[in-house]
Nanobody, 116 residues
């Protein structure tokens, strides 16, 4: 079992920045993919960014060049640095951790609101 605790959401003006954190505890040795998803009202949950234990990264086209995913191995924590925020980035952001064969864990979600 892996527990994920997110922090760092809030209200920011367009053009501003926020950094989200996701701290993992428990059987983290089962995890090899760490990701951030988001869900806006009335929309499906979508992948924002992911990284692996091999340090490869992947980003949604809508956030490329503005968001950066990173991780601190010693702290079992990964981050989402969000710059140049836009109102359309407003959503609940969830961290996710998964690994073979069926490990898939979610955080409780943190609200990010970007005002215009």
């Amino acid at each position: 079992q892996v527990d994920l605790v997110e922090s760092g959401g809030g209200l920011v003006q367009a053009g501003g920045s926020l950094r989200l954190s996701c701290a993992a505890s428990g059987s983290t040795f089962n995890i090899n993919v760490m990701a951030w998803y988001r869900q806006a009202p009335g929309k499906q949950r979508e992948l924002v960014a992911s990284t692996t234990t091999g340090s490869s990264t992947n980003y949604a086209d809508s956030v490329k060049g503005r968001f950066t995913i990173s991780r601190d191995v010693l702290k079992n924590t990964w981050y989402l640095q969000m710059n140049s925020l836009k109102p359309e980035d407003t959503a609940v952001y969830y961290c996710n951790a998964r690994g073979p064969p069926f490990h898939d864990y979610w955080g409780q979600g943190t609200q990010v609101t970007v005002s215009s």
